[in-house]
């Protein structure tokens, strides 16, 4: 079990993880840095979908180097999207990845994805977990969805839930503990969170989803600290031990993501799973090092 | 653990407090034989509130012994029965019974908020078995007053029923929230219910029970059938409660005991300050009897 982003590469070298990463347009500077430095640990190779002139040049003004990536150039970042997607499809590559990147993320490798014909989604729910490593807790947690879904319904969260258990479990966490948060820890009908929080705990406990135990509704102090719950009088296997945080809704989520990362030092490796393959979608307000950490993360969906 | 319901019967006899039961409306035949044949055993104490000549008339046809009983004559359904429930604030009498009076009419003076007798949010129907099958006597509710009771109702009937098994002396009951199948399902509400009322418990918002559901019957009563579905559940197999999801599935239940299993339940309503009995004329004589000596017993070490 790893309880640090930094032990990830050892983790996955150890397990001789192999992959290949697609990048959709390519031609960005901080993407390539983060590639270039991913290449380097053997986890994953490299193909960049995009503009060849304008990436060599990155290549050439850090004096990165180029041996060992393939290029194939596409200055259209649309079509770029779809021949990534069909690499993926083709399992010529496993994990794909944006590159020229927004403030907000990128919606340009969504519609190739979910595209009916040549899409990867399979009609599964697709969903964005955000691991951190926090100075204050004991180990690696995850929060989920900060991206994709808006807000889920029942369905939707089972489906959230099982995707983040399915990652978690990558890390050698056989049954993940799951929390799911709403603003108080008592069932309230006049508040849907709580509702889907007791179901979801039901559901796990008979099987519905597997693999994992549940407890909502929780607020967010008794999900991450076992006294805060105790003083509530609130018994729970996943109070204080958490290893998932399911929010209600992508507000939520966001600034809890947020609130981690400007207040509580952290360190985050963040991926969509769902689709056939792992998709990292970083956006400009990323730092190097989650760039880094979310292309290995992705890598580690491929562990047995 | 309690097995039998005889068990829960205090043996009163000739003792002192005794309780008095107020009949609303006692003129009917099969009202009077239970009502008679618990005097004259001694559980209770009765006064007669209704149509005087009609109470003597049937008696006299059927040889009911009424010499013991008080007769108050009041031909006016209505107005016996809010004389019934003054003179449980009184403290005259200490269990309501309906007799020949129509559901709402009985109940209306109980239900007022001035000088009614309720004590919880709602009133409730819980009917105590003892099945040949099943290893203690249990309740199953609510079979007789609330159609189609929403989460809050639910939580209510729950409280309701807990209440009065903690009453019986068992201490934390285990409650299995019945529903069709023991997954949760969208689009089944008894299920979701189930679930929310497991959680409720589990948090402290239900007290003095342990809550599981939802369950379908199978695996409420049967523990090796819980195991077979790999369900793992602290009620599974040995539930006190039973909460029907509604009015439907409670009856349906009920009345399969009654005839299939040949089971003679003891039925009251709770949720009122006083035990109150709303037999319904399918019910046997031992029914009602059964109905009275439970009513009698309450809260009587």
């Known amino acids: 079990m790893i309880k640090r982003l930094s032990d990830l590469e050892q983790y996955l070298r150890e397990r001789n993880v192999k992959t290949r990463l697609v990048v959709v347009a390519a031609q960005d500077e901080n993407v390539i840095e983060a590639v270039v430095k991913a290449k380097k640990t053997g986890i994953v190779d490299v193909t960049l979908v995009g503009n060849q002139k304008i990436i060599e040049d990155v290549f050439t003004q850090h004096n990165y180097d180029l041996s060992g990536m393939d290029i194939i150039n596409e200055e259209n970042n649309s079509l770029a999207g779809v021949t990534a997607v069909r690499l993926i499809k083709e399992k010529k590559a496993h994990i794909l990845m944006n590159g020229q990147e927004s403030y907000f993320g990128a919606s340009l490798i969504s519609k190739p994805i979910l595209d009916k014909q040549n899409g990867i989604v399979k009609g599964k729910t697709m969903s964005h977990v955000a691991v951190f490593e926090l100075e204050n807790y004991h180990k690696l947690v995850a929060i989920t969805d900060v991206a994709v879904n808006i807000a889920p319904d029942l369905k939707a969260k089972a489906a959230i839930i099982s995707n983040a258990v399915f990652l978690m479990r990558r890390f050698g966490i056989e049954t993940p503990k799951v929390a799911v948060l709403a603003a108080i820890e008592v069932v309230n009908d006049k508040m849907p969170a709580t509702m889907d929080a007791a179901m979801l705990s039901k559901m796990a406990q008979r099987g519905q989803i597997k693999n994992c135990i549940i407890d909502g509704p929780l607020a967010f102090d008794n999900a991450i600290s076992e006294k805060s719950a105790l003083q509530k009088g609130i018994i729970s296997e996943v109070s204080g031990d958490v290893d998932i945080l399911l929010a209600p809704d992508i507000e939520t989520a966001g600034t809890l993501y947020q609130s981690f990362m400007f207040f509580a030092n952290a360190h985050v490796a963040s991926i969509t799973v769902g689709a056939s393959a792992p998709v990292v979608l970083t956006t400009k307000l990323d730092t190097l090092e989650t760039r880094f950490n979310s292309i290995l993360l992705s890598a580690s969906t491929y562990l047995t | ?301």
Request: proline share 3%.
């Open chain 2, 1 to 301: 653990m309690i097995t039998k319901l005889s068990d829960i019967f205090v043996k009163i006899g000739a003792r002192k407090d005794r309780k008095k039961i107020a009949v609303v409306a006692a003129h009917d035949e099969h009202v009077l034989d239970a009502v008679t044949a618990a005097t004259k055993q001694g559980i209770v104490d009765a006064v007669l509130v209704g149509d005087r000549e009609r109470i003597r008339e049937i008696a006299d046809i059927h040889q009911f012994d009424i010499s013991a009983c008080e007769i108050i004559d009041e031909k006016e359904n209505i107005d016996a029965a809010a004389l019934a429930v003054r003179m449980i604030h009184e403290g005259t009498a200490h269990v309501l019974m309906k007799g020949l009076v129509d559901t709402p009419t009985f109940l209306r003076p109980i239900l007022q908020r001035e000088g009614g007798l309720r004590t919880g949010d709602i009133l409730s129907s819980v009917a105590i078995f003892e099945l040949k099958g099943y290893h203690k006597i249990f309740a199953l509710t609510d079979g007789g007053l609330n159609i189609a009771p929403d989460l809050k109702t639910k939580v209510s009937i729950l409280r309701n029923g807990v209440f009065f098994m903690n009453r019986l002396g068992i201490e934390m009951p285990k409650v299995a929230v019945l529903g069709a199948l023991e997954f949760v399902n969208e689009s089944m509400t008894a299920t979701i219910d189930g679930a929310l009322l497991s959680k409720m418990a589990q948090r402290g918002q239900l007290k003095h029970c342990i809550v599981d559901g939802p369950l379908s019957f199978d695996n409420a009563i049967s523990a090796e059938s819980a195991r077979f579905k790999g369900i793992e559940s602290e009620v599974a197999g040995d539930a006190d409660i039973l909460l029907a999801p509604n009015i439907e599935t409670a009856n349906v239940l009920y009345k399969s005991f009654v005839y299939l299993a040949k089971a003679s339940p003891a039925a009251i309503i709770v949720g009122a300050s006083v035990p109150v009995i709303l037999t319904s004329r399918a019910d046997s004589e031992v029914v009602k009897l059964n109905s009275i000596s439970l009513a009698a017993s309450v809260g009587m070490g």
